[in-house]
Antibody
Framework: QVQLVESGGGVVQPGRSLRLSCAAS????????MHWFRQAPGKGLEWVAL????????YYADSVKGRFTISRDNSRNTLYLQMNSLRPEDTAVYYC????????????WGQGTLVTVSS | DIVMTQTPLSLSVTPGQPASISCKSS???????????LYWYLQKPGQSPHLLIY???NRFSGVPDRFSGSGSGTDFTLKISRVEAEDVGVYYC?????????FGQGTKLEIK
């Protein structure tokens, strides 16, 4: 079955960096567009970034543009989110999600990894 | 960017009674491909979101038929015909006709 497992979260000081990973299994990872979403404590869902299956297209939310980089290693079935210049407002649970093969929605989500930006 | 507005933000419902959530978008979600890109997710306490409804009115695999979606253009509704205890959580509408994806603020459903 489809599984998405995020890792790499933790506590980091403002201005520092962190890299999140999302290990995928149960499907042909290289065929799917993938997304990152986040959810600040007690708040709603926010879309962060997407990367097409063949890395030809990527897009970022304005709130992270220039600071975060989405990437993937199709040989390792893994999606990444490199987060630089972290701010307290980046504190959130980060979810990776798989886009439907022919639809514009995400049908499978990971369990999330918590990133806390604090001094 | 498209703005999604949900009402109400909270709902307290007696089991067996119906519930309804409204979602309005700042722009039409009807695409030239003929699809309307409006989706509903439920996030149960302590869990990640899961898909309930895609393209306005199509139930995702395994979603009970007490859930239904309707609407067009900019106005949409999620209805639960008979609320059950397991339906508690926060419901989000989401648009994907345009990047960035955008969610409504969420509607918290609790059981009376």
């Amino acid at each position: 079955q489809v599984q998405l497992v995020e890792s790499g979260g933790g506590v980091v000081q403002p201005g520092r960096s962190l890299r999140l990973s999302c290990a995928a299994s149960g499907f042909t990872f290289s065929s799917y567009t993938m997304h990152w979403f986040r959810q600040a404590p007690g708040k709603g869902l926010e879309w962060v970034a997407l990367l097409s299956y063949d890395v030809s297209f990527k897009y970022y939310a304005d709130s992270v543009k220039g600071r975060f980089t989405i990437s993937r290693d199709n040989s390792r079935n893994t999606l990444y989110l490199q987060m630089n210049s972290l701010r307290p407002e980046d504190t959130a649970v980060y979810y990776c999600a798989r886009q439907h093969e022919s639809g514009w929605y995400e049908e499978y989500w990971g369990q999330g990894t918590l990133v806390t930006v604090s001094s | 960017d498209i703005v999604m507005t949900q009402t109400p933000l909270s709902l307290s419902v007696t089991p067996g009674q119906p519930a309804s959530i409204s979602c309005k978008s700042s722009q039409s979600l009807l695409h030239s491909d003929g699809k309307t890109h409006l989706y509903w997710y439920l996030q149960k306490p302590g869990q990640s979101p899961h898909l309930l409804i895609y393209e306005v009115s199509n139930r995702f695999s395994g979603v009970p038929d007490r859930f239904s979606g309707s609407g067009s253009g900019t106005d949409f509704t999620l209805k639960i015909s008979r609320v059950e205890a397991e339906d508690v959580g926060v419901y989000y509408c989401m648009q994907s006709i345009q990047l960035p994806r955008a969610f409504g603020q969420g509607t918290k459903l609790e059981i009376k």
